[in-house]
């Protein structure tokens, strides 16, 4: 592929195919190019907006607390969003600008070439699992071919609201580092 991340990175900062890019920024992902795990979540929020980076906020800090927890460093993994555009209020992003950033995490996806992807909450498991929910998914691996494994996580900023889910969300990233350790 005649494409680098960092090209990608140019050419969605021109890109005004979302009406979202009208009122924010765009916010690529970020990481280890070689990463074998990508981290998947929905859209920023406003401290993602803010500094053009992706997970930095309050459910950004919990990410990174929660990598910590099975020996991951946020610089390790490749962390993006199925929307590249903070929806106003943080509202739920629409089918249309789900599927308008589309493209744009395709070619992500293809040029870090994951092997296990994790879907942080209901809109980025869509894509990839569309006959399941994350609350019956979540926590389990499901291998869709010889290469890549789905590996769904609630989102950590469903935590934050529902303290009932935090403990949900470790147990889900021990299940997670264990499947990484077998794989
Ligand atoms: N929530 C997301 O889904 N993505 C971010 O980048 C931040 C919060």
Not at 31 to 43: H, S, Y
């Amino acid at each position: 592929m005649n494409i680098s991340l960092p090209l990608l990175q140019t050419k969605l900062k021109e890109w005004k195919g979302c009406a979202l890019s009208e009122k924010s920024n765009p916010v690529f992902g970020e990481g280890n190019p070689n990463a074998t795990v990508m981290f998947i979540g929905e859209a920023p929020g406003e401290q993602e907006d803010k500094l053009g980076r992706p997970f930095v906020g309050a459910a950004g800090k919990f990410l990174d607390e929660l990598l910590g927890t099975i020996g991951l460093q946020r610089e390790s993994v490749y962390i993006s969003n199925v929307v590249k555009f903070r929806p106003p209020e943080n509202r739920d992003p629409t089918d249309e600008e789900k599927a308008q950033c589309m493209p744009w995490l395709k070619l992500e996806i293809a040029l870090i070439k994951p092997h296990v992807i994790v879907p942080l909450g209901r809109h980025a498991l869509g894509h990839f699992l569309a006959k399941t929910t994350i609350s019956e998914a979540h926590g389990k691996p499901f291998k869709i071919n010889d290469s890549v494994t789905i590996f769904p996580i609630y989102h950590p900023a469903a935590a934050l609201h529902n303290g009932n889910l935090r403990q949900a969300l470790y147990d889900d990233f021990a299940a997670l580092g264990k499947f990484l350790q077998s794989v």
